[in-house]
């Protein structure tokens, strides 16, 4: 039998209700990632349902980005095997759209807004093709949905960090993929982008598109999230919010580093 399959059935006894590898947008299989002596990851298990919105939680450190990074390829893994809807990276590149954490990027670059967006569509393009009236006009109509199109000709670096963030998004939302993770997508815009960028990810959801963000807000998670997958170098925890959201799963992820009182604020399931 091949590994993911033995894994699926392993896992459905084990978890219930998880979705199988091969009907789940991400799949990921005892992944190790390591930058130098200790391992960022260990042994990383991980299931993604599809067509919901999932969250990533876990400590500064924990391994959260490079867990994106190493599902698509970006680093290297020790070990580990990753599907996405059931197929390798290299067969699904194309329905994957990822919007790296804010921190991580070269605001410098210059580079206008709507080059950007258009970033979004040339692996659609292929390395041949020019870029045409309707991937403009679908890089325009990506920026108009995050509130962001009278931006379009602006250097990207001369943008405000809540701004940037938004212009990511519109590179994903034009790549008209199935699958979107996203790195921290709220961290440090206001209250109004914040709103914004969830109304988009409610509405990719109620298309039938599958959302993965990276995020710290506990206290939004249960608003915002179906499902979560709980980490720090090694999974903790996952499953649908109201039964995986624990107080146990939090105190075991963050080490005791969340006080009672936090904890107590937050109303995760029992447990
Ligand atoms: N390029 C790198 N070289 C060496 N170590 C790295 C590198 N990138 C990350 N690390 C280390 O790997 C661990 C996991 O980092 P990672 O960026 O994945 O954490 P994270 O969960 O995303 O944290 P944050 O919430 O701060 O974004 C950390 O200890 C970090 O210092
Ligand atoms: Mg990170």
Redesign the pocket.
Known sequence: MPDMLRLASHDGALLGAQPTPADAALAVRGMTVS??Q?P??FSVDATFPSGVMSAII??????????L?AALGL?PMVSGEVRFFGLPLAQARSRIAYVP?R?SVDWDFPTTVIDVVLMGRYRRLGLLRRVGRADLALAQEALARVGMEGFAHRQIGQLSGGQQQRVFLARALAQQGDLYLL??PFAGVDAATEAAIIEVLKALKAAGKTVIA?H?DLSTVADYFDHVFL?NVRAMAQGPVASAFTTAALSQTYGGRLGAGQLDQLHPAKG
């Open positions: 930058y130098g200790k960022a990851l876990g400590p500064n450190g924990a391994g959260k980005s490079t867990f990074k680093i954490q921190a790195d921290e990276v710290h980490v």
